[in-house]
């Protein structure tokens, strides 16, 4: 059973997911293991920072619930070295400020949870395209050893009391960020779609930084 809340941010962040799933393009713009490395570099960009954000905030013992849940960035960090990070473009750094409060967080966290169930369909797609063994590179799409299904069921069961007004506003506020973050960090990273793939739409990386997030190069270390 949904809570309120999920139920809120998925109507409402519709628009962020199919913006972001343009961008994506996935599964069919990932068809070489430099394109799965390109993509998982740029996640690992957006993740890494929004879950030192939301380990930050004050507040996940009121709701019963692990700053940590769902946790991903060790995955994507896994994949790359999987796929030995080969040419992958120099480092991004996200600018992210704090979460203002446990709403937002949470309104995030929902953000980072969710996108485990693109991934299950993304995962059996990418391996079939690159003649990868089941979890192979995919680990961060499958959830490799963790329970996506459970982490989100917790998290339902969390939240079903943050259905005022303010908790509802202020987790949407989240999620828009964490989406945000997410196309922030693809658009200074991927470089599709691009003309021929069949989800080309024939449109270059877009500049870096959307909506309220920066994205600044850092040369690389
Ligand atoms: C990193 C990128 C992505 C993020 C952050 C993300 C986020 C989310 C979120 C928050 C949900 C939960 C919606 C709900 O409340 O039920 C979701 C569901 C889903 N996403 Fe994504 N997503 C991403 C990429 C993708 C991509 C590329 C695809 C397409 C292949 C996809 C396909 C789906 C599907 C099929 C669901 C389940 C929808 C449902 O059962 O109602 N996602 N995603």
Do not use: K, N
């Amino acid at each position: 059973m949904r809570s309120l809340l999920a139920e809120h941010l998925r109507t409402h962040t519709r628009t962020c997911h199919a913006r972001l799933d343009a961008r994506l393009g996935l599964p069919g713009s990932v068809r070489t293991r430099t394109d799965l490395a390109v993509l998982l570099h740029a996640l690992v960009t957006a993740w890494q920072p929004l879950e030192e954000a939301l380990h930050g905030v004050d507040g996940w013992a009121e709701v019963g619930l692990d700053p940590r849940l769902g946790d991903a960035s060790d995955l994507l960090h896994r994949d790359l070295d999987v796929l030995g990070r080969p040419d992958t473009p120099a480092a991004h750094v996200v600018a992210l400020r704090p979460f203002g409060s446990l709403p937002e967080a949470v309104g995030a966290r929902y953000v980072l949870l969710g996108s485990a169930m693109g991934g299950r369909a993304i995962a059996p797609v990418v391996e079939h395209e690159l003649g990868l063994v089941r979890g192979e590179a995919t680990g961060f799409f499958r959830r490799s050893g963790m329970d996506p299904g459970a982490d989100w069921a917790r998290f339902q069961r969390a939240t079903a009391d943050l259905d005022t007004p303010a908790a509802l506003a202020g987790a949407l506020s989240g999620a828009q960020l964490a989406f945000d973050v997410i196309g922030a960090a693809a658009a200074a990273q991927v470089p599709w779609p691009l003309p021929g793939r069949p989800d080309g739409l024939g449109r270059p990386a877009g500049p870096a930084g959307e909506g309220r997030v920066r994205v600044v190069s850092r040369p690389p270390s």
